[in-house]
């Protein structure tokens, strides 16, 4: 079994070395300490409110896709039409005044296609079945996924999650008593600094979810208009080179990998047919919502959708598949994993899992998939962000969907379940 101490001990010092963690909105890193929510950091100052919430179109006989409802498997059979002709249910309306939006092209596209909630304000059965059905990612990294946005950015007892910004009036049970769901746009969980074309957090006081043309100019360039592996590799390198030279707040934890996987779905899911397809300007920019400006740079244009005459993946986008992926990306331009206390003051993270040493990753594919299991389940959900002692059914929530589909870490457990179970059998003596 992996250690438990380095866990532990990654999360002392990653406070103690860039003490700007604590002051982020949501849930502190630490679990050795009070937990608090800044007041002094800028967020989006009002998140759209529709009154008229409907949930995602449903599915039926004539339009099954993958076949995937109510959060359970689909076929995993692919190389479908998306939207299928005559389905005027998920036909594309772009998003209003009233309606979430937020760090993610794909799912901003879902949601503008009606395979999640119009307004923004999803489900975890919603995440899941739309990963099948629209994208045929495969059904245990379907679980994966939406387990981490609802875990670490949503609610946790209602299962539901903001896809942009904070919505805790909508997504909890309690309102804002138990701190506040920050949703996706929440710093250093999904969304972290070196986003391919969004802001780092400090560098834009607190927004990190418009997106910012500039930056998907230089992917495109970097790209030459070709969005494949090998380019998204060096515009990631150049990503990470950038902020670390001007962002003195820069941040490059272990959760950083996700970023990776984030990179790997422009070539992987994006393209008609996925990898048999090309992923050109034409389809990034369906997805990114961008178009030419007529001056040789790009404007963002509000419309998130799929290209005309789309066809997802045929065989399902499974964890190996992303876990190998990201290996690959990251091996192509290895960087260090840790932070800057102050600008040009860069700090290596120690040991993390056995897999960072030195701030170098040093693991291989199936440390990622671990990893991936231990993001779910070893870090504080936004529901719980002002609570010190944190309730046991916060983290069996994250266990209690990623064990059934990950029997491979049967026997890991995470720091923190182990710490939940030791409080609650406190509490129970």
């Known amino acids: 079994m992996r250690t438990l101490v380095s866990i532990a001990a990654l999360a002392a010092q990653a406070i103690n070395a860039f003490p700007f963690l604590s002051d982020m909105p949501g849930p502190h890193s630490s679990l050795f300490s009070q937990i608090k929510t800044a007041s002094t950091v800028k967020r989006q100052s009002t998140c ?117 910004c904070d919505a805790t009036s909508r997504t909890s049970a309690t309102g804002n008593l138990l701190g506040d769901e920050l949703g996706l746009n929440g710093h250093n969980k999904f969304e972290s600094d070196t986003s391919l074309t969004r802001n780092d957090y400090f560098l834009a006081s607190g927004d990190d979810y418009t997106f910012n043309s500039t930056l998907f100019a230089s992917m495109s360039t970097t790209c030459a208009n070709n969005f494949n592996r090998d380019g998204l590799a060096l515009y990631r390198y150049q990503r990470y080179q ?37 992923p050109d300007l ?42 190998a992926e990201i290996l690959a990306l990251y091996l192509k331009y290895p960087v260090l994993f840790g932070g800057n206390a102050g600008k040009g003051n860069f700090d290596a993270l120690g040991s993390y899992s056995g897999d960072f040493r030195g701030g170098n990753f040093t693991g291989a594919a199936k440390d990622v998939t671990c990893l991936l299991y231990q993001f779910a389940t070893d870090d504080v959900p936004s529901s719980l962000a002002g609570v010190l002692e944190l309730p046991l059914q916060a983290v069996e929530f994250s266990v209690g969907k990623l064990n059934p589909v990950c029997s491979l870490f049967h026997g890991f457990l995470s720091f923190s379940v182990l710490l939940q179970y030791a409080i609650k059998k406190g509490e129970e003596r």
């Open 48 to 164: 759209p409110y529709n009154a008229n919430h409907q949930g995602a179109a449903p599915y039926n006989s004539q339009y099954p896709y993958a076949g995937a409802k109510n959060g359970l498997p689909g076929t995993g059979i692919g190389g479908i039409k998306v939207p299928a002709d005559g389905d005027t249910a998920h036909a594309f309306e772009a998003p209003g005044p009233n309606d979430i939006r937020g760090p993610c092209p794909g799912l901003n596209t879902a949601a503008n296609h009606h395979f999640l909630s119009h307004d923004g304000i999803t489900t975890f059965a919603e995440l899941v079945d739309m990963q099948q059905n629209l994208y045929n990612v495969d059904y245990d990294l379907a679980v994966t996924l939406a387990t981490l946005g609802v875990a670490l950015d949503g609610d946790v007892l209602t299962g539901k999650l903001s896809i942009g």
């Open 242 to 278: 950038s902020s670390l030279a001007n962002n003195p707040n820069f941040y490059f934890g272990p959760k950083a990998l996700l970023l990776y996987g984030a990179a790997t779905f422009l070539y992987e899911l994006f393209p008609s047919f996925g990898p048999e397809g090309t």
């Open 282 to 323: 034409a389809t990034i920019s369906s997805f990114f919502g961008a178009e030419s400006d007529g001056n040789g740079g790009f404007r963002f244009n509000n419309r998130e959708m799929i290209p005309a005459d789309w066809y997802n993946r045929r065989l399902p986008y499974n964890i190996p598949d992303t876990a």
